[in-house]
Nanobody
Framework: QVQVVESGGGLVQPGGSLRLSCRVS????????MGWHRQAPGKERELVAA????????TYADSVKGRFTVSRDNAKSTGFLQMNSLKPDDTGVYYC??????????WGNGTLVTVSS
């Protein structure tokens, strides 16, 4: 069964950086699009970034363009979200997802990112 596990969250000061990882097990990782959503306390979930199967195409929310970089290592079945110049508004739970066949999407349980001084 597919497992999606995020890691790398934590507490960081404004202007700092974090790198999130998303390990996907027991799945055809390399043929599916994947990405990241986040949900701030008391707010609705939003798309942060997504990346195509080969890693050649990416998309970002306007709020993170120029600061975040999404990537993937298909040989290791792992996706990444590099977050630089972090702001307090970036605080939230970050969820990794990977698209599957037949309109099925798999989600991780999230990793908490807190940006605070």
């Amino acid at each position: 069964q597919v497992q999606v596990v995020e890691s790398g969250g934590g507490l960081v000061q404004p202007g700092g950086s974090l790198r999130l990882s998303c390990r996907v097990s027991e799945y055809a990782f390399s043929v599916h699009r994947m990405g990241w959503h986040r949900q701030a306390p008391g707010k609705e979930r939003e798309l942060v970034a997504a990346i195509g199967a080969s890693g050649s195409t990416t998309t970002y929310a306007d709020s993170v363009k120029g600061r975040f970089t999404v990537s993937r290592d298909n040989a290791k079945s792992t996706g990444f979200l590099q977050m630089n110049s972090l702001k307090p508004d970036d605080t939230g739970v970050y969820y990794c997802y990977i698209e599957g066949y037949y309109d099925h999407t798999f989600w991780g349980n999230g990793t908490l990112v807190t940006v605070s001084s």
